[in-house]
C-alpha cells in the first residue's frame, strides 16, 4: 500500500486532533468508566473523522479505504482501547450498512448527524444466547401494518447507554437459521426501548457497554436497512469492516506498547548496565517487531484487496486471528520487561494488558476465525 503527500498529512491530523481532544483526558475517563461521547464526536464530526468512506452528499468525505488504515492506526495508538472502540463503533460497525443498503431518507436522518456527530450510534447484534452463532438470535420484530413491534435483549453493546440510534439486527420472519434476518434503525428515544444495565469490564473501562431491552417497541418499517429479510448476509459484510478497523487499531496499539517498552529499557539499568543491552531483550522485541509488522502488511494487503472489490473474508480472518494473539503476546511481554512496576496499575501496562485480552473475542472470536480459515481453505469435511 502506497501512502502519499495527503495520506501524510492526514496522518499528522488525526494525531493532531487525539493529542488535544482525547489523550488529555482517558486517565479520568478510564476511572469514571464512560466519556461525553456527543461532545468529543462532535470535534471528531468537525475533524472530518466519522465519514472518511462515505458520500458528501450525507457529510462525507468520500475518501478510498487507504486514509481508513490510517485512522484506525493512530487512534491505536491512543492510551487506552475503550476509546478507539467506541469511535470506530461509529465508523465501522454501526453505519457500514446504512450507507451502503439504507434509502436516502434515512442517510439523511440518520447517517448525516452519525458523521457529523451530533449522534452517537451503536450495533445491536449479541444476545444473552446469542454471541457467535447469529443465526440462534431471538429478539423479533414483528410487522403491525407500517411498524414493526420490537421484543428482545442485546448485550455487550458498546455506547449502548448514549447512543442515540443503534443498528439493530432482529428476526423479521418466521424462517429459522440465518434466513429471515433483517437490520432496523432503532432510534433509543422510542417507547419500550431501556438500558437494563451497564456493564463492568475487566478492560476497556472508558468505553461504556450496556446491556439492552426491548419491549412492545414500534418503529416504523421504512427504518429496516435494505432488504428486509436480508440483514443477516448484510451483517456479515459489516463485520467485515469490524474485523479490519480492530487489525488496524491493534497495530498502532502494539507499534506503540514497544517503543514505550524500549524507551523504559533504555533508562532502567541492572547489573550496571542498561535493560536493553541485554540480548535476550534485544532479540525478543526484535521478533516481536518483525510479527507487528508482518501483521500490518497482511492489513495492508487485506485493504488493497478491499479497495480492488475483492472478497476480503479470508484475509481478514486470518489478519483478526493473528492480531489478537499476537496483542496478547506483547501485552504480556511488556509487563514481562517492566517487572515489578508493570504490575501496577499506576503504569500503562496493566491497563494495556486488560485492554488486550477483548481482541480475541470480540468481532468474532478466534475460534470463529479459525472456522472460517478452514471452511475457506478447504479443510472441513
Known amino acids: 500500500m502506497h501512502f502519499d503527500a495527503d495520506h501524510n ?21 478510564e476511572r469514571d468508566g464512560g466519556f461525553p461521547g456527543h461532545e468529543l464526536f462532535r470535534e471528531l464530526g468537525k475533524a472530518g473523522l466519522l465519514g472518511l468512506e462515505y458520500d458528501e452528499e450525507f457529510g462525507g468525505e468520500g475518501a478510498d479505504h487507504s486514509f481508513k488504515v490510517i485512522l484506525g492506526e ?10 478507539p472502540m467506541a469511535i470506530t463503533v461509529q465508523v465501522d460497525m454501526s453505519t457500514p450498512s446504512l450507507h451502503q443498503f439504507g434509502s436516502t431518507e434515512l442517510k439523511r436522518r440518520f447517517l448525516a448527524p452519525a458523521i457529523a456527530g451530533e449522534m452517537v450510534t451503536s450495533i445491536a447484534v ?7 452463532d447469529v443465526a440462534g438470535l431471538r429478539t423479533r420484530a414483528v410487522r403491525d401494518g407500517e411498524h414493526w413491534v420490537i421484543n428482545g435483549s442485546k448485550t455487550y453493546i458498546t455506547n449502548g447507554t448514549q447512543a442515540d440510534w443503534i443498528c439493530l439486527l ?32 475487566l478492560g476497556n473501562r472508558s468505553s461504556d457497554t450496556a446491556e439492552l431491552s426491548f419491549t412492545d417497541m414500534r418503529v416504523p418499517v421504512a427504518f429496516t ?12 459484510a459489516q463485520f467485515e469492516r469490524e474485523r479490519m478497523i480492530a487489525c488496524y487499531l491493534s497495530v498502532g496499539a502494539m507499534q506503540e506498547a514497544l517503543r ?16 536493553l543491552a541485554n540480548q535476550h ?8 517487531d518483525a510479527d507487528v509488522e508482518a501483521l500490518r502488511q497482511l492489513n495492508y494487503g487485506c485493504a488493497d484487496a478491499l479497495i480492488r472489490g475483492e472478497d476480503i473474508t479470508r484475509l481478514s480472518s486470518i489478519a483478526k486471528l493473528k492480531a489478537g494473539r499476537l496483542q496478547r503476546e506483547v501485552a504480556d511481554t511488556c509487563i514481562q520487561f517492566h517487572g515489578g512496576i508493570g504490575y501496577m496499575e499506576e503504569l500503562w501496562t496493566a491497563r494495556f494488558f486488560r485492554d488486550a485480552r477483548l481482541m480475541s473475542i470480540g468481532g468474532g472470536a478466534d475460534e470463529v476465525m479459525l472456522r472460517t480459515i478452514s471452511r475457506l481453505g478447504g479443510y472441513t469435511p
Open 9 to 29: 498529512s492526514f496522518r499528522e491530523t488525526v494525531r493532531g486532533v487525539v493529542a488535544r481532544c482525547i489523550t488529555p483526558h482517558v486517565d479520568d475517563w
Open 74 to 83: 493512530e487512534l491505536g495508538r491512543i492510551p487506552c482501547a475503550g476509546i
Open 126 to 132: 449479541t444476545e444473552p444466547d446469542a454471541g457467535s
Open 170 to 201: 432482529a428476526r423479521t420472519s418466521e424462517e429459522g437459521g440465518y434466513r429471515g434476518m433483517s437490520q432496523i434503525v432503532v432510534p433509543t428515544d422510542t417507547p419500550g426501548f431501556r438500558v437494563s444495565r451497564k456493564l463492568d469490564k
Open 225 to 236: 436497512i435494505g432488504e428486509i429479510g436480508r440483514g443477516f448476509q448484510q451483517q456479515m
Open 260 to 275: 514505550r517498552t524500549v524507551g523504559y529499557l533504555r533508562e532502567r539499568h541492572a547489573f550496571g548496565a542498561p535493560l
Open 281 to 288: 531483550i534485544q532479540y525478543r522485541l526484535a521478533e516481536l
